[in-house]
């Protein structure tokens, strides 16, 4: 089975059309056969049992594997022992180190025994906010190895983000560190998670990682990292899982509540993340893949663990960011280690691309074949940087559009097999029928046409619920358009079937490649004693993409002297730095309907600097507001 890894590999544009052809006439053959890359202890019962309405999903039930050993254990028995697994850059320049499958296997399995140790059992959910350490992907397949469920909070979370997680999943050991290195800062993780702490019953236990040396003293019960793993053997044999129990949880942010967490699934989850990494990026054998995304989103996930450890690759981490020591660090990094795939998010391309060329022309970036953007729409301008300055007009860049929710990609061109177009994600995967509705919700054929986004049939790594809510799964995702999965994006379609995401059509907004739900964040605002009302939406922004837009009401505008500190500070402790507005406006009233909801429709054209042209304000409970409104913006 394992000596046809290559056999999945799509080479030319003709395999794609006539694999595609085959992926939606006959999804349970196309997937049952792609699945037999990976190593089932038992084979399946049934390849799929769907029911989009009820979203009821499953795939490959009753059948037996562990995603750790496939990830691990089955290139090792293949031989490929020695072949380096992961190659960790580390924030100082000065620092980094390589892991082989064996020395993977060893870390892996001794973690597990400090998880069993520690009392953690198959089903337990385990959560983990880590900086980008070579330990954080450890514990992630430590997890998998002993069947815990993994909850990964990305650790630029604020204390009560990260203890509303917890909670949720009702996690019982969290695994942290003292610090973390950022650029030329350091960040006191571990008096974030004590904040946390506070508020969370369910923790059994705390462990530890010394990553700053940071000289701090345990409380009570806490144990470190090292000292865990000096009592432990070091091999631990892998839990067989069922293909639907839950691999992981993921939380990603809603337009309305509490953030989501996605529930993912063991056996599609890997085989559609093992075939999708494969053919978008074209890995071959001996390539260096990297992509810079922090494992604590679903992009690490996917495609820094699992689907490149599932097909044997050298899969890079970097704990640091592109700015540091300076603007050339990624091309630096692209150099020392001879990337061959780069993967990387239209922010990232944006802000680089504002230094001097000087930083990217310094390094040889001859190692590179493929380039890959993801997280937001890419504009042309970004898309022609990216490919003349890094790829030097000879790499294609796989534009890949999926979500937290998806599991995998979705929508992208697969490098050196079908051809890219900026600005366009362009074709769907394997197995993935996209579909656009018109404003009445009625599916329609047109092309060179602007819809709202769906897809017409679930794929192996589709989440299959929301943590504790399944009917918020149903409503958010399955009710809008019945019998189909609803993404919550706009898309336009071109005469050759080519998509192009637009953007949210709902009130998330993607603020450099990060999904924020406007509401939750305004009900942070709304916090503030002398805050009466908010509302925030977001307008396009040269480097972010998207920023976010407040318009705040105050109480008493006497007390206005710190009110965007205040505000940006509550954001900060509540929910993290990045959900923090670009610009806060203090505004007398907001415009509302007769039925009194805000028409976000008309701040977001005040946000991107409209002075008239509002359309018909008549309606407006207080149309007289929208100008004073523009006066102040
Ligand atoms: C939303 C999902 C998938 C990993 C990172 C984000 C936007 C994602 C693209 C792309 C245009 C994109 C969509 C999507 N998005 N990739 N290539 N082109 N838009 O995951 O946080 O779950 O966000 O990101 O709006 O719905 P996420």
Redesign the pocket.
Known sequence: MYKDKNKAHIRTENQYKEEYKKSVENHDLFWSEKANRLNWYKEWDRISDIDFEKAHIKWFEGAKLNASYNCIDRHIENGDGDKCAIIWEGNNPNEDKHYTYNQLLEEVSAFANVLKSNNIKKGDRVCIYLPMVPELAVAVLACARVGAIHSVVFAGFSSSALSARINDASCKMILTSDGSFRGNKIIDLKSIVDEALKDCDCVDSVIVLNRINSGITLNKNEKWWNDELDKVDDYFPAEIMDSEDPLFILY?SGSTGKPKGMVHSSGGYMVYTAYSFKNVFDYDDDDIYWCTADIG???GHSYIVYGPLLNGATTMMFEGVPSYPDFGRFWEICEKHKVNQFYTAPTAIRALAKHPLDFVNKYDLSSLKVLG??????NEEAWNWYNENIGKNKCPIV????????GGIMITSLANVTKGKPTF?TKPMMGIQPVLFDENGNEFDENNKNGILGIKYPWPSIARTIYGDHERYKNVYFSAYPGYYF???GAFRDEEGNYR?T??VDD?V?VS???LGTAPIEDVINMHDNVVESALVGYPHDIKGNALYAFVILKDDSKKDDINSEINQLISKSIGPIAKPEKIQLVPGLPKTRSGKIMRRILRKIACGEKDNFGDISTLLNPEIVEQIVKGS
């Open positions: 990603t989103w679903i992009t953007t993801v997280g937001e729409p890419i534009d890949t559009w999926w979500q937290t929710e998806t994600a993404p919550g994006d995401i953007g949210r998330v993607i490649g990060h999904n």
